[in-house]
């Protein structure tokens, strides 16, 4: 069973200020998000219908409140940056990964925190460009 960590849900109602950076097309609402990193034809090229960025919509950014500052960005095909802050106490959370689930509608971003047996899920709609969600959820040891 997960374990809902309150602390981190609090990014959930942060307000954005997003840098539009590129314009994707979106696949079909309530599709599964399918995400992998295509070597095929030589290059390292992302194919993910679930993309942080889609029309006006972007999730890349810095976006903060008196409690948290929490930043979202592709670093490069296929790797994504999940970096919090807790402004009161300054503790920092900063985790790569490439594990997209949810569907289409609704992609997640999940990014494992071992060292902690956390994992942080970043969740958010394309229809809704004023906020995002941030959970984390203790590992089940018992798997």
Do not use: H
Request: with cysteine; net charge negative.
């Amino acid at each position: 069973m997960k374990l809902r960590l309150i602390a981190l849900a609090t990014v959930c109602t942060l307000p954005l200020s997003l840098s539009l950076s590129f314009a994707a097309e979106a696949d079909e609402p309530n599709q599964p998000c399918q995400a992998y990193l295509d070597t095929s034809n030589g290059t390292d090229a992302e194919e993910n219908n679930c993309p942080i960025t889609v029309g006006k919509f972007s999730i890349r950014g810095t976006f903060s409140n008196s409690n948290w500052q929490a930043s979202f960005w592709a670093w490069e095909p296929a790797s994504y940056i999940l970096y919090v802050k807790n402004q009161q106490d300054g503790n920092t959370i900063n985790l790569t990964g490439f594990n997209v689930i949810g569907t289409t509608s609704r992609p997640q971003y999940q990014f494992t925190d071992s060292d902690r047996g956390l994992t942080y899920v970043v969740t958010f709609r394309y229809s809704d460009t004023k906020s995002w969600g941030g959970d984390a959820y203790a590992d089940d040891k018992d798997d």
